[in-house]
């Protein structure tokens, strides 16, 4: 399988402080770029994988310190325990869709090309993309594509695809493609499919609850001192993160305990979000919206 190469691969390993011998997680496996280039720095470490998309399972690496868990990293915490590790050095995540999945056109990530409304990144999945637009409720619809596609017409969308699938079943990628444009209302910038395709695909995968699931689960994997890195590519998973490690919770209200001290169990370690050179945006058009952050626990 053809993978690119991991965007700020460098710079979210080097915020795990790897320590030869310790036990790291990479919870978004994909083409194994991140895990090849952890190995490397390992020496009587351990490295475990997760990945709930079948196709991340052909670039598995045959290195005896290398465990592959096919599971959503919503997950961590349990299968961890499976496998006899209750904390870890050091947790990496490489968030949103991977380049494998958006090019190739039959998984229906991408706009670029006609195939099957899928969606999924458990290809054993009940619920694609097809399943959400021919039966959610217009309401249901309209939530949608304004919470996850932060979509201004989101309303008109929703109201759209009712109107469609009373014709025929939206089955196809340039189905939606004719009622997302159908939908238009005035100016529409020139990120508005992608922002319409995101939504679909965020509730298609549960990607914000699972996102909050695994953050939370790293409050009990982690141990005192081990860092967690996260790279994000939109706006609504970077501000979970963002708040999660400012605050540990996702509101990025600051709580404090009796004493009026603030409860924060992450300490971040760039106070700056990491962003990537001008030279690597231009070799990976995929790193224009790559945002790096890393905490320790406390």
Do not use: C
């Not at 899928?118 to 694609?128: C, F, H, I, K, P």
């Not at 021919?134 to 249901?140: G, I, M």
């Not at 996102?211 to 009990?220: G, I, P, V, W």
């Amino acid at each position: 399988m053809m993978y690119h190469r991991p965007v700020l691969l460098e710079e979210s390993i080097e915020g795990l402080d790897l320590q030869p011998n310790g036990d790291f997680v990479d919870v978004t496996f994909g083409g194994g770029g991140h895990s090849k280039r952890i190995l490397e720095l390992l020496e009587g470490g351990r490295l475990f994988g997760f990945d709930q998309d079948a196709d991340a399972a052909e670039n598995i690496l045959t290195d005896e310190r290398f465990t592959l868990i096919r599971q959503n990293f919503r997950y961590i915490s349990n299968f961890l325990k499976m496998h006899g590790v209750r904390e870890v050095d050091g947790v990496l995540a490489d968030l949103g869709v991977s380049s494998h999945q958006f090019d190739v056109v039959e998984r229906g990530f991408s706009f670029r090309g006609d195939a099957d409304l899928d969606m999924r990144m458990n290809q054993t999945a009940e619920l694609d993309a097809k399943k959400v637009l021919n039966t959610y409720e217009e309401a249901d619809l309209a939530r949608v594509f304004w919470e996850y596609g932060e979509l201004k017409n989101s309303r008109r969308i929703a109201s759209e695809i009712v109107r469609a699938r009373m014709v025929s079943p939206l089955e196809r990628i340039n189905d939606l493609l004719a009622v997302a444009d159908a939908a238009k209302v005035g100016k529409i910038g020139k990120n508005y499919m992608a922002q319409v395709f995101q939504a679909l695909r965020i509730e298609v995968n549960d990607e914000m609850g699972a996102l909050k699931e695994m953050l939370l689960a790293t409050l009990k994997v982690l141990k005192p001192g081990g860092r967690l890195s996260v790279i994000t590519y939109h706006s609504l998973e970077d501000r979970l993160v963002k708040n999660f490690l400012r605050t540990g919770n996702f509101s990025g209200k600051q709580e404090k305990d009796f004493f009026g001290n603030l409860q924060r169990p992450f300490e971040p370690v760039n106070r700056k979000v990491i962003i990537p050179t001008d030279k690597e945006i231009e070799e990976n058009q995929r790193a224009r919206s790559a945002k790096l952050r890393v905490a320790i626990k406390k």
